[in-house]
């Protein structure tokens, strides 16, 4: 079964450069969130979008920005990076139109950001 | 208020003995779901186990098993006949309804140790 596809899975960007993070959901989810793992911390909600508009808002700074597409894809876009943006970065799928919506939601594997 | 507590950082088993993670929630939502993770070093974020608030049964999945006591907002994780290969991270989870927006809010982990 297709999964969460994130990519790159590895990016090693210099301070004060810029990163995008794309992520493919699973076929036919409609609503994509975004998490940043800091180094020995627990995921934390940065932001999501339910059928192309932006639903939900957590802990991202001004300095990123993201999107869903037409095609349902989802871009994380990062700039002026810093140090403290090295995390793991986490893409997560679901459909809201499922009478469970409380149900899983889908990771992928994550995007590993080295900020040097 | 935390809204996940995992209050083991660390956990040490015996190969082929169970182990129990505990997980409490805070919730007002009526409708939640609350979710067991693996992250092993690699990083991926794998789905273990799913429990629903009005499930009425505990959730079992192979050698997991999610010990759900609503009254207490507990959703303790118990993995039967430890294998080397369960040692790693383990994040309690919750996903609100409405109210919360649908996001997954992590617990901060708890890291299992399993000996030979």
């Known amino acids: 079964a297709a999964g969460v596809i994130q990519s790159p899975r590895h990016l090693i960007k210099e301070k004060r450069e810029t990163a995008t993070l794309k992520c493919y959901p699973i076929?036919?989810?409609?609503?994509v969130y975004w998490y940043q793992q800091g180094p020995g911390q627990d995921p934390q909600f940065l932001i999501s979008?339910?059928?192309?508009?932006?639903?939900d808002k957590g802990s991202i700074p001004d300095r990123f920005s993201a999107q869903q597409f037409s095609d349902y894809h989802s871009e994380l876009n990062m700039s002026s990076l810093e140090l403290g943006d090295s995390a793991l970065y986490f893409c997560?799928?679901?459909?809201?139109?499922?009478?469970?919506?409380?149900?899983?939601?889908?990771f992928g594997q994550g995007t590993r950001l080295t900020v040097v | 208020a935390q809204k996940i507590t995992q209050t083991q950082p660390g956990m040490f088993v015996q190969e082929k003995e169970a182990v129990t993670l505990d997980c409490t929630y805070d919730?007002?939502?009526?409708?939640?779901?609350l979710f067991w993770y693996k992250q092993p070093s690699s990083g991926e974020m794998i789905f273990l186990i799913y429990?629903?608030?009005?499930?009425?049964q505990n959730a079992t999945e192979g050698r997991y098993s999610l010990n759900f006591q609503k009254a207490r907002k507990s959703a303790n994780l118990v993995i039967s006949a430890s294998q080397l290969g369960d040692s790693a991270m383990y994040f309690c989870?919750?996903?609100?309804?409405?109210?919360?927006?649908?996001?997954?809010?992590f617990g901060a982990g708890t890291r299992l140790f399993v000996k030979a």
């Open positions: 979008f339910y059928e192309k508009m932006q639903s």
């Open positions: 076929p036919r989810h409609d609503t």
């Open positions: 919730t007002s939502d009526p409708s939640y779901g």
């Open positions: 429990q629903g608030s009005y499930d009425q």
């Open positions: 997560a799928s679901s459909s809201l139109t499922r009478q469970d919506s409380t149900a899983e939601a889908f």
């Open positions: 989870a919750m996903r609100e309804g409405q109210t919360g927006g649908f996001k997954t809010i």
